[in-house]
T-cell receptor, first 113, second 112 residues
């Protein structure tokens, strides 16, 4: 079975802090994705990566950056957290190529005070 | 820009009923469509993936259909159970890439 893990289920941070969200997959997938989910807005793509050290902006990259130094790990970074980044963050992975199935982690509920 | 809509937003049914969830998309140039289940406060679990060349996929009590030309998909759940209570999301992949575009989901409650 594919397993995607995220470093924290719940996280509380203060405005202005630098926040790291980690995602690890164990299936040697090329593609990895970061989404945020908000009531009334659904899931929106923040960033994705199709290879080590490669990244592409999604629909809402502002205020975020990412890092992929190893194939199995994809990190989302909030350089200076703000209250409007309070959300559920979901990581996903999938095999390379077009349209392959995506597998999701359990999510991180981030609250920025 | 692709837009995905799911109707209804919420549905409550008695146990044992057969039900249909709807998903529509505005751009028919899709590569595939995926149905997910999400339990409260949890991540997404993939249920079914339908390629654009397919008409339907089945897994147990679930059957998903796809009509690409009309921009519609349905998820049929047979003999619903309280354990089916969750939010169901559909998402499409465009032919131009690997990104998923999601609908907002249908929140299903199956009452014992």
């Amino acid at each position: 079975d594919v397993k995607v893990t995220q470093s924290s289920r719940y996280l509380v941070k203060r405005t202005g802090e630098k926040v790291f969200l980690e995602c690890v997959q164990d299936m040697d997938h090329e593609n990895m994705f970061w989404y945020r989910q908000d009531p009334g807005l659904g899931l929106r793509l923040i960033y994705f990566s199709y290879d080590v050290k490669m990244k592409e902006k999604g629909d809402i990259p502002e205020g975020y950056s990412v890092s992929r130094e190893k194939k199995e790990r994809f990190s989302l970074i909030l350089e200076s957290a703000s209250t409007n980044q309070t959300s559920m963050y979901l990581c996903a992975s999938g095999r390379g190529g077009l349209g392959n199935e995506q597998f999701f982690g359990p999510g991180t509920r981030l609250t920025v005070l | 820009k692709q837009e995905v809509t799911q109707i209804p937003a919420a549905l409550s049914v008695p146990e044992g009923e057969n039900l249909v969830l709807n998903c529509s998309f505005t751009d028919s140039a899709i590569y595939n469509l995926q149905w997910f289940r999400q339990d409260p406060g949890k991540g997404l679990t993939s249920l079914l993936l339908i390629q654009s060349s397919q008409r339907e996929q089945t897994s147990g009590r679930l059957n998903a259909s796809l009509d690409k030309s009309s921009g519609r998909s349905t998820l049929y759940i047979a003999a619903s159970q309280p354990g089916d209570s969750a939010t169901y999301l559909c998402a499409v992949t465009q032919t131009s890439g690997s990104r998923l575009t999601f609908g907002e989901g249908t929140q299903l409650t199956v009452n014992p």
